[in-house]
């Protein structure tokens, strides 16, 4: 395991709850990639409970949403965990700021490895929870692990898509796929020779122009206002330049009607992700004999960053029913 340095202190963009106590953990990905996580469990525990592990959004660390998400489940009685992904946060990998439909899964399962063999859980009631681009990977994660019980996907992406075909798929033709593929291999061959790695740039400053697109400003609003974190990517510098290459030809979701456990997508009525969201239960329950057990929330009126850390709009008490009928 590799040693990693986490911070002792609390630097979370939300407040410290007197319902759970927290501590630090780390734990080693198949790929031998040391994750950290913050751990949180319900004051006064008593046996082995369920419990629940949480990533995203895509470019987050776990001092942002993921770690709301899993103390204020913590406070509703389940041992969660919140982890930076391979390559980012606190975790270890290098380069650094790399993603991978594959390893990101894996993080997800060796997140259930660890729960699974700790002392205060009860292993066959674990569940996980993905939000933006990570409930992509839940979705995966879920159809390839049978230990998960229950999965939810909050304000998803299916990173997949949106690599390959642009936001809203208007780049879905060969003709736009071999430019940005050309574009993306001939940096590799420029950043081979000088041996150094670009990014590709965070969220935009403050105050955002007028022109851009709404979800734009909605994201510069969070990562660079209202959510900042040293550590997060988009908040930041970005993801290395060619950081999401390979989700261009990885069809995450090509199984998921296979899932036969409890799933619950959720999302914003006016998220410009919802698309998203929809067509993945779509096609999860599409010519599927497991149907019984998903479920689709769309929330009248949210937008895509309100299911980050909007508390009056993120549907806890839903959750709450959801992990506790399934887990």
């Not at 202190?9 to 996580?37: C, M, P």
């Not at 997800?108 to 674990?126: K, T």
């Not at 900042?228 to 290459?245: F, K, Q």
Request: hydrophobic residues 35%; aromatic residues 12%.
């Amino acid at each position: 395991m590799e040693e990693l340095k986490l911070v002792t202190e609390w630097d979370k963009t939300f407040e410290q709850s007197d319902k759970v106590d927290h501590s630090k953990v780390t734990f080693v990905n198949r790929y031998g990639i040391t994750l950290a996580a913050d751990l949180y469990v319900p004051k006064d525990a008593d046996g082995k409970l369920p419990a629940i592990a949480v990533s995203g959004p895509f470019g987050a660390v776990k001092e942002q949403c993921s770690g709301l998400y899993a103390q204020t489940m913590a406070e509703r009685g389940f041992l969660t965990i919140a982890f930076d992904p391979s390559f980012t946060g606190e975790s270890g990998g290098k380069p650094r700021y790399m993603a991978s439909p594959d390893i990101n899964t894996e993080d997800f399962q060796a997140a259930v490895d660890f729960l699974s063999n700790h002392e205060q859980v009860d292993a066959e009631r674990i569940g996980i929870i993905g939000i933006c681009g990570w409930g992509g990977m839940a979705l995966n994660a879920a159809a390839l692990d049978t230990r998960i019980k229950a999965t939810v996907a909050s304000t998803m992406y299916d990173m997949t898509r949106v690599n390959a075909n642009g936001y809203f798929d208007s780049e879905d033709s060969e003709e736009a796929r071999y430019q940005k593929k050309a574009a993306l291999n001939a940096l590799r061959t420029k950043e081979f020779a000088s041996g150094e790695y670009s990014l590709g740039g965070g969220c935009l400053d403050l105050p955002v122009p007028e022109d851009v697109p709404f979800f734009v400003k909605d994201y510069s609003e969070y990562y660079k206002g209202r959510a900042y974190h040293a550590r997060s990517l988009n908040s930041n510098g970005g993801w290395n330049s060619i950081g999401c290459m390979s989700f261009m030809n990885q069809p995450i979701l090509k199984y998921s009607n296979e899932i036969r456990s409890a799933v619950l997508i959720v999302h914003g009525e006016k998220a410009h992700s919802c698309y998203f969201g929809k067509d993945a239960y779509a096609a999860m329950t599409a010519e599927s004999k497991y149907t019984d057990n998903k479920e689709l929330m769309i929330i009248p009126d949210a937008v895509h960053t309100d299911l980050y850390d909007n508390v009056d709009v993120i549907p806890f008490d839903k959750f709450q029913s959801f992990f506790e009928k399934y887990l």
